[in-house]
């Protein structure tokens, strides 16, 4: 199966939606951008990678990262215009536009369902799952407790619904900030690649209804 579509992913830590966009992105033929984004968008930009690498989906002050790493401002450029952090932001918004441009693929997380919210050829996803599932599948990977586990999981959910809703002005999570949000514990990693899949299929090829419904009966 080919596709036409942009897909976009949020996802809970710990839901596996990385993962399911990496099925995605295979299965379709298409590219995969998380981390490599990063890349392009510093390349386009002229600013170094470290600096997005700071700011990658946590939006903190300006003052904040010159203390924390005086290094990567270093590298930066000067303070003039637009704060550090909001050019990261829009050099990273319109690397995303770019790749967009370039045709389908799979992109995760950093706004890009906000940054292609205008596309007609987008379709936007939220992978969530029950706390105890992704607690499990935290530990297991990171082989750590249960507990250790649980906080990682709070504190990078908190990181990224802090810069999504800062950036968007939306909820993160929230049914009404995406086109589909779907529960991966329902039908594992391949389910939900498959499930994808079909809504994919019928978006670009849908079935044209038989049979007209009265909406008084």
Known sequence: MST???ITIGRQYGSGGKEIGIRLSKEL????????????AAQ???LCEKVFESFDEKPRSLLYSIAMDPYAFSFAGGMEGDSLEQRVYLATFDT????????????IGRC?????????????LFIHAPMAKRIERVARRLNTTPEKAKTAIIKTDKRRASYYEYYSSRKWGDVGSYDFCLDSSYLGTGGTVELIRAILQEIEHPHPSTTEVDPEE
Do not use: M, W
Request: neutral net charge.
């Open 4 to 6: 036409k579509t942009i």
């Open 29 to 40: 033929g298409i590219p995969f951008y998380d981390k490599e984004l990063l890349k392009r």
């Open 44 to 46: 386009q930009s002229g």
């Open 96 to 107: 995303i536009r770019h790749l967009a441009d370039q045709g389908p693929c799979v992109i």
């Open 112 to 124: 890009a369902d906000y940054a292609l919210q205008e596309y007609p050829n987008h379709l936007s």
